[in-house]
């Protein structure tokens, strides 16, 4: 009802700037502002819904990009504008989403001028703003920075870029807040320093393997890495397994974002390395990122090995197409998504029967110490994604290349799974 009413008076103002441009109206400097504001969230509506053939889009750009036929209207518009932005900003940031993840947004749904143009609204909004129960953000800077400026020779396509970057935000959903599920007790200053010098080293020592040409070499880097978190994870699962207060909900959540293309596959991988190491992993195709709910020291590990499996999977996945032997077929798209989802598939096994094994070894060197902490650990997790999701389904993916998926399940036998085997207290889900 609302989307016909709103279309209705599209039809209603396309036909009034048909029928007269210049009416005085419009022209009347004392409602200026609201004339303004009425324009550009009429244009930010018609590029959000495709009215007719983009005709009207086009009507209202051409009269904004005028200046509304005002002295100094161009400024005025650009004025305004900015002040909208800084004000649905604002708003979605209430609503759940972060800085970055809007202007990812926006850069993936209107290109990359209007995620320009968007970041000055929002890093003008965001030393002043704060999350509900957080601190004021300070810490995002925008990378590239684009002012609308009337007197520039591309102002009328700069216009619609902003036009489009507003219609993207202003029809953000909410998203669920992730703080609601984490400790209001539970502090980690304590080892988030050693935890931060560790966690550096290990990335250093995952990249080097990954980089490297030289299977030898490989093993001895992840093999470092291992000996590293098995340490820390250990240490840090017991400590807090016999601290005061463990009853209090320390289950923390986290979103990643997911590049195209394969968006699925990569989702699957996310999900079967999160599963293996004790967390949960929520898809949402539409804007392409992953929930993952988990306690804190999980989540890393999870985060370190998805990282890690998934350059190992996108150098086979080239070093496939670049092979002679392999033909066109390996950098067909079908053959490149069949490979990835049969890679996450099996990746996800071999990590299930690793937990299995390190699971009751670690257990039995801790005095069967280890399985009650895991249990509880379980039933926190479970319950903080009720929470935040209630119901849930479980995609499905369809394959369309067998030779694809065969190379896909060859390469994930033959991944470097040392990250994950530093966790000797995971268990398989």
């Known amino acids: ?54 005709t009207y889009l086009r009507s209202l750009i051409d009269e904004l990009a005028r200046g509304l036929g005002l002295e100094r209207g161009r400024e005025l518009i650009a004025h305004r504008l900015g002040s909208m932005l800084q004000s649905v900003i604002a708003r979605v940031l209430d609503s759940g989403w972060a800085h970055d993840e809007i202007s990812r947004v926006v850069r993936r749904r209107a290109g990359a001028t209007a995620a320009a143009i968007a970041a000055g609204p929002l890093a003008e909004v965001a030393p002043r703003h704060r999350r509900r129960g957080g601190p004021v953000s300070t810490s995002w800077q925008p990378k590239t920075v684009r002012k609308l400026d009337p007197t520039s020779s591309s102002w009328k396509a700069d216009l619609s870029s902003a036009i489009a970057a507003l219609s993207v935000i202003e029809h953000l959903p909410a998203l669920r807040e992730l703080g609601d599920i984490r400790s209001r007790t539970r502090t980690r200053n304590s080892g988030s320093h050693e935890q931060e010098r560790l966690f550096t080293r290990i990335r250093g020592l995952l990249t080097k393997a990954e980089s490297s040409d030289f299977t030898e070499e ?13 340490r820390y994870c250990v240490d840090r699962t017991m400590v807090e397994a016999g601290a005061e207060g463990y009853g209090a909900s320390q289950v923390d959540a986290r979103r990643v974002w997911l590049e195209d293309p394969y968006l699925g596959a ?15 992993s929520v898809v949402d195709r539409e804007f392409g990122f992953s929930t993952l709910v988990g306690h804190p020291d999980d989540l890393d590990a999870t985060d370190l090995l998805f990282t890690s499996l998934l350059v190992q999977a996108t150098r086979r996945v080239r070093a496939l197409g670049n092979d002679p032997t392999s033909g066109r077929r390996s950098r067909r798209p079908s053959y490149r998504r069949s490979f990835l989802v049969a890679y996450a598939g099996r990746i996800g096994l071999r990590l299930c029967e690793a937990n299995e094994s390190a699971t009751v070894a670690a257990d039995e060197a801790l005095g069967s110490r280890l399985l009650p902490v895991l249990a509880r650990r379980e039933e926190e997790l479970d319950a903080a994604v009720g929470t935040l ?17 065969a190379a896909g399940t060859a390469a994930a036998d033959n991944a470097e799974l040392g990250v994950h085997k530093k966790l000797p207290f995971a268990t398989a889900s």
């Open 1 to 54: 009802m609302k989307q016909s009413k709103r279309r209705k008076q599209q039809r209603q103002r396309a036909a009034w700037l048909d029928s007269d441009p210049g009416a005085q109206s419009w022209r009347d400097t004392a409602g200026a502002d609201e004339m303004a504001d009425d324009l550009i969230l009429a244009a930010a509506h018609a590029d959000r819904e495709g009215f007719d053939d983009g």
């Open 218 to 230: 490989a093993d001895a880097f992840m093999t470092k890495a291992q000996e590293l978190m098995t």
């Open 266 to 280: 990569k989702s699957l991988l996310l999900a079967n390395v999160a599963g293996a190491n004790r967390c949960r």
């Open 389 to 405: 999701f209630g119901d849930l389904r479980k995609l499905k993916f369809s394959l369309t290349d067998a030779a694809g998926w």
